[in-house]
């Protein structure tokens, strides 16, 4: 270890958004001393971005890594009316946006639509809940839609949450709780012992040094570039740029209930008029600059479906980066180093598996046995693979 050595703790969290939140939300509960060291500052990054959809039914895509990600996405969403309770309870009370009102994926042309069936059936064969709706039955439930579309379907149990009010919550519960939150702290790398063999701790950038039993590396975008460990023990963690407007009816709530999905987007109601429009998917690395080109992309294709999106007033365009992995599938879990967890990964479901991960996390820094659906998520499946 470098000099200058600030403390010594149980667990050391790498990043400050909601996973790194969540988990050191959860491992303090368990009586372990936490401090969570944050680059920038708590709750702001790519989390503070996110539109919030909790949709594991609507995001599910074919293929292994497609039923692997489903999985976990429906634990989790089985999870989070008990997190959000537990959550708002411990923050003193916070509202923290959960929206029970279910999704509607929608195609508005004959292309889409013929993708929309297929889509249908691969639900149907996985045996989740969703409905098939003719045009005329989508407007029943979603008035704003144009009468040009073609198919949709509902997924009635995939909802949303507003990440910026359980950011909030988690925030104020950790410091309830004694959690150490340290801003603008840069991790320059991650500590070993003199055999290489086990995480000691991390130094940050400013010479500061803390000496932890366990160090979880929840720095999203950024977790594939920390210094200090093996080749081998990395996981190779890439940025996925996606563009994003926040829009809001003068007028209040009521343009849309339900989440909506199209080819190329989304748009997600919040309970007070509010609205996210997203997302871009674009591998341009760490450039985070918003692009004409992009917006007039997303207002284009929900324009076409929800014609009322053009009186909306645009208050906010925001850019993040979500953290990819080769498959898109997380990577949580112990790593091949003795004393190191991983929480990162999670490309467009960090907000739907914040409550999961936590605990797997936390079980796995209690010395729990790791759960067999988990294993999909194991940091040593990229041990091959260039980080």
């Known amino acids: 270890m470098s000099s200058g050595i600030d403390s010594e703790v149980d667990v050391a969290i790498v990043g400050g958004g909601i996973i790194g939140l969540s988990v050191a939300w959860r491992a303090r509960a368990k009586g372990m001393s936490v401090t969570v060291l944050e680059r ?7 989390s503070h971005v996110a539109a919030g959809m909790l949709a594991p039914v609507a995001e599910v895509e074919f293929g292994d890594a497609g039923r692997a990600l489903l999985e ?22 916070d509202e923290v946006g959960l929206r029970a009102t279910g999704t509607l994926v929608v195609a508005r042309d004959e292309d889409q639509a013929r993708e929309l069936e297929r889509q249908i059936v691969w639900r149907e064969s996985l045996g989740l809940c969703t409905t098939r709706l003719r045009p005329s039955e989508a407007r029943q439930r979603e008035s704003a839609l144009a009468p040009t579309l073609r198919l949709a379907f509902e997924a009635p149990e995939d909802h949303s949450v507003d990440p910026r009010l359980v950011l909030a919550a988690l925030r104020r519960a ?20 003199g055999v290489g063999a086990r995480v000691m701790g991390v130094a940050l950038r400013d010479g500061e040094s803390y000496l932890a039993r366990h160090v979880v590396i929840a720095a999203g975008a950024w977790s594939g570039h920390l210094q200090g460990l093996p080749s081998a023990a990395c996981v190779p963690v890439r940025p996925v740029k996606g563009q994003i407007l926040r829009l809001c009816d003068p007028a209040g709530p009521g343009l849309l209930e339900r989440v909506v999905r199209f080819e190329g987007g ?45 009186e909306l007033q645009i208050e906010e365009l925001c850019v993040g980066l979500r953290p990819g992995t080769p498959d898109n599938v997380p990577v949580i879990g112990p790593g091949t180093l003795e004393g190191l967890t991983w929480a990162t990964g999670h490309h467009r479901n960090g907000i739907l598996l914040a409550p ?8 796995a820094l209690a010395g729990e046995s790791q759960r067999p659906f988990a294993a999909a998520c194991r940091p040593d499946r990229f041990a091959a693979v260039p980080a």
């Not at 976990?72 to 009370?93: D, I, K, T």
């Not at 509010?274 to 450039?287: D, M, N, S």
Request: net charge negative; hydrophobic share 40%; proline share 4%.
């Open 40 to 46: 920038d500052t708590i709750g702001r990054g790519t």
């Open 72 to 93: 976990l996405g429906l634990r989790s969403a089985e999870m989070w009316p008990g997190f959000a309770r537990a959550l708002e309870v411990a923050s003193g009370g």
């Open 174 to 193: 950790c410091e309830a709780a004694g959690v150490r939150l340290r801003e603008h702290s840069p991790v320059a790398r991650v500590e070993l012992d």
């Open 266 to 310: 989304y748009l997600v109601p919040r309970a007070d008029g509010r609205y996210v429009l997203g997302a871009t998917v674009e591998e341009r690395g760490f450039e985070r600059h918003a692009t004409a080109g992009g917006v007039y992309e997303l207002l284009r294709d929900a324009h076409e479906l929800l014609p009322g999106v053009s």
């Open 356 to 363: 999961l991960t936590a605990e797997l996390v936390v079980s």
